[in-house]
């Protein structure tokens, strides 16, 4: 079986996006599988590659962030904030398409998703090309969204004809996606990479829009996503390891060690306490579990602050697959 071309070429990268191929790219959230997003087919072979629904609309990539104004009808003065403060970085906002973005990119939608990623790599590759790329994670679609090389090459590595290995994801969990209502008023669509109260000094409070189960107004917002293949339960860990005698059981937790869980099968995503370490490795982690032959991961909230809010929305919604 072909398997995929894992280095650090990037000019073999763009050949390849100059040709309508797809490759996976690193960015500072997570690896994206990346094709021209003005091109039907490469977009097509994105949601082949996933086997993402056509329902799903995917976030575009530019570099510089002020590319951005190429692919939208207009930025809002908030937008404009927004993107001099925090972009290059996390943040995605979603605004009113150009008609040169087609409507297969958008899932029909009149709103484009755009972004400008911090990686360097990435940056150096969307510099060296006269079209943005679309870009959502490079796993199959609804599972553990991948934060180095090697992820993507388990799951997608014979399917794609190169992985552009820029090492471990900085970030490790999605953007932040932010937009505005008809009224011009903010709206945040995903929580992500970006703590909402750092976008909320900028743009004053934020509408929080609700999870999808189908036809979702941005990318990223399903409400089952991000799951593992063993099912997994979220609360107190304590209480449901009381609940679950005799299986065996993986553990996620944010500091604590259990005694009566072996080593190998429990994961404290930042025994310091630190909410940055513990979005950088939470897909890490779930991954390492979810390979252990075991029956149940028990994982447990973090603290609703900063970047907890967002790894608690995707363990929500890995949990909610169950």
Known sequence: MK???TGKDIERAAWLLRREEVVAIPTETVYGLAGN????????????VKNRPAFDPLIIHVFPAERISNWVKAVPEQALAL????????????????????DLTTSGSSLVAVRSPRHPMAQELLAMLDFPLAAPSANPFG????????????????????ILDGGPCEVGIESTIVGWDENSRPVLYRKGGIPVE???????????????????????????????????????????LDQHPGKRIGVLSFQSHFPQIPD????????????????RRLFSALRHLDALGIELIIAE???ETSLGTAINDRLRRAASKN
């Not at 993107?83 to 150009?98: F, N, R, V």
């Not at 991948?146 to 014979?158: C, N």
């Not at 934020?206 to 189960?213: A, Y």
């Open 143 to 162: 599972y553990i969204s991948p934060t180095t090389a090697e992820h993507v090459a388990r799951q997608l590595g014979d399917k794609i004809p190169y």
């Open 198 to 240: 750092e976008i909320e000094r900028i743009t004053g409070p934020l509408r929080v829009m609700p999870h999808s189960t189908s036809n979702p107004s941005a990318p990223g917002m399903l409400k089952s996503h991000y799951a593992p293949g063993v099912p997994l339960i979220l609360g107190s860990i304590r209480e449901l």
């Open 37 to 48: 997003a003005l091109s039907n087919r490469a977009v097509s072979e994105i949601y082949a």
């Open 83 to 102: 993107a001099d403060a925090l972009m290059p970085g996390p943040l995605t906002l979603l605004l009113p398409k150009s008609d040169l973005v087609p």
């Open 264 to 279: 190998e099968h429990q994961i404290a995503l930042s025994p310091a306490g630190d909410l940055k370490e513990a979005a």
């Open 301 to 303: 909230s973090l603290p």
């Open 3 to 5: 398997t995929a071309e």
